[in-house]
């Protein structure tokens, strides 16, 4: 029995191949960024999310320039450090499921828009835990679920919001 005869290849057409090219190489960086920024240290993490709550909120850990460190400034600095941190999961990871999600409207699978749904969030789920994955072998980092849940719900607004967009967009095309 020759297996190849059993199995079908469905060949995937592309409407657009310039826009599927942009959001091909959108999804690429996408992923490149989340996969450098996986690939720091907990130091150089921890460093870079300490600058960015310092800058944004003018809240150091050591209580400000100088300063005697209070368990006060060291409790506000760690929770806006640790919303901070989770924010920047939700939204890079929400720019990746925007990306996967415009890439595979691209195709015919775009035609029923449950599939682009599930498609794009299935594959948004998978590298969010792969990047977790990832993490747990880089030093200072590690690998948590709670992480990837919110990675997940971030790759859930960005698809809906995708698909949302798309249908906007689709209604004032047709509209004219």
Known sequence: MNIKKNIKIKNIKIKNRGFFCFWA?????????????????????????????SGLFGVNADGGAGAPESAAALEKFERLDFILRKSAHF?????????????????????????????????????????E????????????????AIDTAGVFAGVSAALLF?????KLITKN
């Open 91 to 131: 939204l890079i990871f929400s720019a990746l499921g925007f990306c996967v999600a415009n890439l595979i409207g691209q195709t015919q699978i775009a035609e029923n828009k449950k599939r682009v749904f599930w498609l794009s969030l299935g594959f948004g789920s998978f590298y969010a835990a792969t990047d």
């Open 25 to 53: 190489a959108a999804l690429i960086a996408c992923m490149a960024a989340i996969f450098a920024l996986s690939s720091k240290t907990g130091g150089q993490s921890g460093e870079m999310s300490g600058a960015i709550v």
């Open 166 to 170: 798309a249908r906007i967009l689709k």
């Open 133 to 148: 994955w990832h993490q747990y072998f880089v030093p200072g980092r590690s690998c948590m679920w709670q992480d990837w």
